[in-house]
């Protein structure tokens, strides 16, 4: 199929064709809440050193393909790299690449578009699912590219069953969190917030993460004033079109933990968590992830979704009821630029050595414990 192309410098133009978006992005139904304008908004409106240029494909007066970049310079095996990303990079889990089934054949030309008016060195895409048979031609297009395991999401089907008392170790950890919470007279409350109520709220899951690891060390989805300002744009946004829950335990009126998720077509994405550590004995994690199965019942979703979780140290509470598992892949094209070249060259090499460097610090690490032993 031939499209007609065009380039945006911006999703938030009055020119931008909002209503084609979202038919495109409604008509697939891979797309999650990180694809929807509010947050891909808030992520431009986020933007430092990084230069937007939106690609879009039309057939007609529909809009078949639409690709948010983004172009900045970055360190790799010691070369100073032009890198293109899609747009939400890193705070966005898992993302569809908005490419309607009719455009599929398109791609090759699509690439093409993109190294005509972005040269880079290098193209990355984060979380895609079942994203093979549409990147292909961007591989055999390139110099090397690699596609890697980011991580195994577990996911929750929501049942009738769910509404028993959970069995084994979950029922005892489930009990004794109650059973925490009621001696401090702790309540778990649900907040569907509006537009207009999504601040206030905000500052507050701000408060306990900032005083929380996660604030402590930087890495907190509110930490800095790019990453608060991104998160307040784009959840405005989101609370607007109804697909912001939180549930959160507060104590004498004052919220100690919660869990922020984003509903998307009966699916709700369990997007961040934080705790004040002077409670952190109470268990509120796993009362908190049952509050979302509950919630789930009473309102008919389908799938609590971890939405994004390390690879190798997931400790995720869904993995102690999850029914699936989603993997999340991370795409690396690799151009036929000397720096793209260089990148490549030294990235194929490092997988080769990978292997046989763990080996060795595995030998390393028996004979030094098999020294140590009386």
Partial sequence: MNLRWQWCTSLGTEDFPVDAYEQLRQGLVQATPFNRLSWLRGAERALDNRQLRVLLGWHGQRLLLCLPLTLGREPRAGLSLQVLRHLGHPLSDRLALLVAHEARSAMPAALAHIRRHLPHDLLQLHEL??????????????SYSEQSLTCRVPEHLIVELDREEAVGTLRYELRRANKRCAEIDARVIRVAPPADGIDALLERLREVEQASWKGTDGLGIFSGERRWHWMRDALRGLAAEG?????????????I????????????????????????NLGSGRLLLDEWIRWGLDEGWQWVDASRVSLSRSSHQLHERMSGVIEQQRWSFYSWRPRGLLAGTAERLWQRLKPRLKAWRERRQANTAQGTRP
């Fill in 129 to 142: 699912v079942n994203a093979a048979d549409l990147l292909e031609p961007w591989r055999r297009a390139c």
């Fill in 243 to 255: 697909c912001v829950r939180v549930v959160m335990l507060e104590h004498q009126g004052r919220c």
């Fill in 257 to 280: 933990s919660y869990r922020l998720g984003l509903l998307e077509r009966g699916r709700l994405y369990d997007y961040n968590i934080a705790f004040l550590a002077d409670y952190k």
